[in-house]
Antibody, heavy 121, light 108 residues
Framework: QLQLQESGPGLVKPSETLSLTCTVS??????????WGWIRQPPGEGPEWIGS???????YYNPSLKSRATISLDTSKNQFSLKLSSVTAADTAVYFCARDRGGSYSYFDSWGQGTLVTVSS | SYVLTQPPSVSVAPGRTANVTCGGHNIANKRVHWYQQKPGQAPVLVIFYDNYRPSGIPERFSGSNSGNTATLTVSGVEAGDEAVYFC???????????FGSGTKVTVL
């Protein structure tokens, strides 16, 4: 059974870099044909896709966040990570990692429980 | 960028049918996916590619997509169906996933 679990600091100071890791069990991210993605959801709002990474290492980003987001794989630990630089209060959200089916017209078929990240001094 | 429009709320009596709409320009040319999110939980995929159900999702959940509106239909609504439902598509022009703002379904 596929499981994803986010981990990382729950509090980040403005202008610093948010760093989160997603640990995957039940599937190998290095042999999967899927992409692996990050999505965030500000309190009371709809989800916003941040970006996804393919097992080849190729990345895809939301144009609105592309300049600040970096997603990478660590196949030895079956993990993938998100770094979001120069954060502000607007980056406060619950951050989810998810499996992205990839290809045209794709969707997210399995999600982690999410982790709340607050940006505040 | 592509915009998906959902009504903020829908109310339905138990056993009746709830229809949740998702509006977008020529949305029929895209493939729409739907997620159910209960308070404090992660979203769960309930419909993909307009009208396909993942394993484990009851047949009471169905979808359609035509013109400028996609619809999630929940038949025989149960108390456990009370949740926020989001639609999602891939925006080819922006190379980006887009989500709707969500519809809260309340079971009376």
């Amino acid at each position: 059974q596929l499981q994803l679990q986010e981990s990382g600091p729950g509090l980040v100071k403005p202008s610093e870099t948010l760093s989160l890791t997603c640990t995957v069990s039940g599937d190998s991210i290095s042999s999967s044909t899927y992409n692996w993605g990050w999505i965030r959801q500000p309190p009371g709002e709809g989800p916003e896709w941040i970006g996804s990474v393919h097992e080849s290492g190729r990345t895809y980003y939301n144009p609105s966040l592309k300049s600040r987001a970096t997603i990478s794989l660590d196949t030895s630990k079956n993990q993938f990570s998100l770094k979001l630089s120069s954060v502000t209060a607007a980056d406060t959200a619950v951050y989810f990692c998810a499996r992205d089916r990839g290809g045209s017209y794709s969707y997210f078929d399995s999600w982690g429980q999410g982790t709340l990240v607050t940006v505040s001094s | 960028s592509y915009v998906l429009t959902q009504p903020p709320s829908v109310s339905v009596a138990p056993g009746r049918t709830a229809n949740v709409t998702c509006g977008g320009h020529n949305i029929a040319n895209k493939r729409v996916h739907w997620y159910q999110q209960k308070p404090g939980q992660a979203p769960v995929l309930v419909i993909f590619y307009d009208n396909y159900r993942p394993s484990g999702i009851p047949e009471r959940f169905s979808g359609s997509n035509s013109g400028n509106t996609a619809t999630l239909t929940v038949s025989g609504v149960e108390a456990g169906d009370e949740a926020v439902y989001f639609c999602q598509v891939w925006d080819n022009s922006a190379d980006s996933y887009v989500f709707g703002s969500g519809t809260k379904v309340t079971v009376l």
